[in-house]
T-cell receptor, first 113, second 114 residues
Framework: KQEVTQIPAALSVPEGENLVLNCSFT??????LQWFRQDPGKGLTSLLL?????REQTSGRLNASLDKSSGRSTLYIAASQPGDSATYLC????????????FGAGTRLFVKA | DAGITQSPRHKVTETGTPVTLRCHQT?????MYWYRQDPGHGLRLIHY???????DKGEVSDGYSVSRSKTEDFLLTLESATSSQTSVYFC?????????????FGPGTRLTVT
């Protein structure tokens, strides 16, 4: 059974700091991995999607990497801003059994001005 | 933003009453999903659909049923609502185009069962 874990559960950093959020999964038979952002009381916004054959994806100040063999993904945020404060979720899509998606519990990020 | 709407956005209902939540998309995506989000449990898949009239169970499907009679609409029904079904419900869609099966989420429905 696929399990997705995100560490840390919460993180507080000063503005301008570079930071890394971690996501680990137990079954390497994945189709893709997707990072989301969720603001309080809102829906999820897709940030980056990495296919199982890819190693990383970049969008602006965000860079996500994937190491299937070790069951890990990281989301790197450069030069953090107060507007980056949100909960970040990773989600792993299986490549069998209906392509179901399993979510991690998320990392709550607070960037202090 | 992906064209996904959910209705109602908020609902309060009594235990034992039936409730139907609606998800509507304008993207013509093949896959549609219903999730619930609860503190301490994160997002969990209830049911999903891979085409009109084609649906399958997720990890927390007990007490829920779904229907998809048109590509654009995916309905979630609580046959007899219970307090344990108080939650925020999210609909999502995905389709094979470009970054394949990227999921896009609706704004959510907050359901309270009293």
């Amino acid at each position: 059974k696929q399990e997705v874990t995100q560490i840390p559960a919460a993180l507080s950093v000063p503005e301008g700091e570079n930071l890394v959020l971690n996501c680990s999964f137990t079954d390497s038979a994945i189709y893709n991995l997707q990072w989301f952002r969720q603001d309080p009381g809102k829906g999820l916004t897709s940030l980056l999607l990495i296919q199982s054959s890819q190693r990383e994806q970049t969008s602006g100040r965000l860079n996500a990497s994937l190491d299937k063999s070790s069951g890990r993904s990281t989301l790197y945020i450069a030069a953090s801003q107060p507007g980056d404060s949100a909960t970040y979720l990773c989600a792993v899509r299986r490549n069998t059994g209906g392509f179901k998606t399993i979510f991690g519990a998320g990392t709550r990020l607070f960037v202090k001005a | 933003d992906a064209g996904i709407t959910q209705s109602p956005r908020h609902k309060v209902t009594e235990t034992g009453t039936p409730v139907t939540l609606r998800c509507h998309q304008t993207e013509n995506h093949r896959y549609m999903y219903w999730y619930r989000q609860d503190p301490g449990h994160g997002l969990r898949l209830i049911h999903y659909s891979y085409g009109v009239k084609d649906t399958d169970k997720g990890e927390v499907s007990d007490g829920y049923s779904v229907s998809r009679s048109k590509t654009e609409d995916f309905l979630l029904t609580l046959e007899s609502a219970t307090s344990s079904q108080t939650s925020v419900y999210f609909c999502a869609i995905s389709g094979f185009s470009g970054p394949s099966y990227e999921q896009y989420f609706g704004p959510g429905t907050r359901l309270t069962v009293t």
